[in-house]
């Protein structure tokens, strides 16, 4: 089950320093990455009492939005491949006193759980680090519900993301981002339309929406401030900013600044983002 890919992908989500810059920034992220919650969260149309899967949690979201959608006979469990991760999402949900949560360290290829057990699994800015996307989603359709609704939010074309476009286009700018195979777990692995919808419908889901949204991505802070929580957390793209020297990178850090600041209102750094959402069937 393991192949070229796994051992980066855990490498990266896995190391204790993923894990701190995640808890570091996860109040702000909340408010960053809300409208991605609201997209899959519609798609997911969940009802109280409902029991929901959340995929690749992280920090905790949306496990602890929807937590707090199912009233008091629902449930949602919450996994992670990473125990660091998983533990900020328990953290969080313990200081808002959340109690139909639970959370299980889990790696999406091999879900411990029985057949049929979710009405609806959810997954935001995860699945495109599944290496063997194929076993991972038929994994999804397995515990799913005959009639239950997977929903999946992944990064869209980088061209219509101001975020990405602002802090990643003057680094391409002097040397080429390298392009990854079409397989292989990177941030903008299904931003091309219909690419995710390909692998739900060939793993066996039915009636599959995809559909692309741009989306506000308020940072409650400076520019400066976001780009250091970028530097921290998109940990795939670390090898890339740590290939400039410094000097380059000051130079590059400057332009990404003015970039950002174009979309800084005093108090909110808001560049719009590009998401693809996909919605299916078991
Ligand atoms: C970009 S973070 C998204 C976290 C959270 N859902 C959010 O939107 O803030 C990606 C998450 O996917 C998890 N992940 C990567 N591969 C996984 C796998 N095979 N099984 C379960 N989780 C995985 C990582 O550990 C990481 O927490």
């Known amino acids: 089950m ?3 890919f ?3 992908v855990k490498q990266e989500w896995t190391v204790d320093d993923t894990a701190k ?3 570091k920034w996860h109040n702000k992220l909340v408010p960053h990455l809300a409208s991605l919650t609201k997209v899959l969260l519609e798609a997911a149309a969940i009802q109280p009492g409902a029991k929901v899967l959340d995929i690749a949690s992280g920090s905790g979201e949306p496990a602890l939005t929807i937590s707090e959608m199912l009233g008091p006979t629902g449930k949602v469990t919450a996994t992670d491949l990473s125990t660091g991760m998983l533990k900020i999402a328990e953290d969080n949900a313990n200081k808002a006193n959340k109690n139909n949560l639970e959370f299980k360290q889990a790696d999406v290829h091999e879900l411990p759980f029985e057949d049929s057990s979710y009405d609806v699994v959810t997954c935001r800015l995860g699945v495109m680090y599944f290496w063997d996307c ?3 989603l038929r994994e999804i359709g397995r515990v799913l519900k005959p009639g239950g609704v997977a929903s999946f939010v992944a990064w869209g074309d980088v061209s219509q ?3 990405v476009r602002s802090i990643i ?3 391409a700018n002097r040397k080429e981002l390298p392009t990854p195979p079409p397989s292989a777990p990177h941030p903008f692995r299904f931003a091309k339309e219909g690419s995710l919808t390909a692998e739900l419908k060939s793993a066996g889901f039915s009636q599959v929406n995809e559909q692309t949204h741009i989306v506000p991505c308020p940072w409650p802070g400076p520019p400066e401030e976001l780009l250091n929580q970028v530097y921290e957390i998109a940990i795939p793209f670390q090898p890339f ?3 400039f020297d410094n000097q380059d990178r000051q130079q590059v ?3 990404v600044i003015a970039n950002l600041n174009t979309f800084y209102d005093g108090i909110n750094t808001d560049p719009s983002i590009c998401i693809v959402a996909a919605k299916a069937v078991r």
Do not use: D, H, T, Y
């Open 134 to 136: 194929q076993r991972a």
């Open 253 to 255: 850090e400057q332009e």
């Open 161 to 163: 993301n101001g975020l």
């Open 6 to 8: 796994s051992e980066l």
């Open 169 to 171: 286009g003057p680094f």
């Open 2 to 4: 393991n192949n070229e």
């Open 241 to 243: 900013f740590n290939s």
């Open 21 to 23: 810059a995640w808890r």
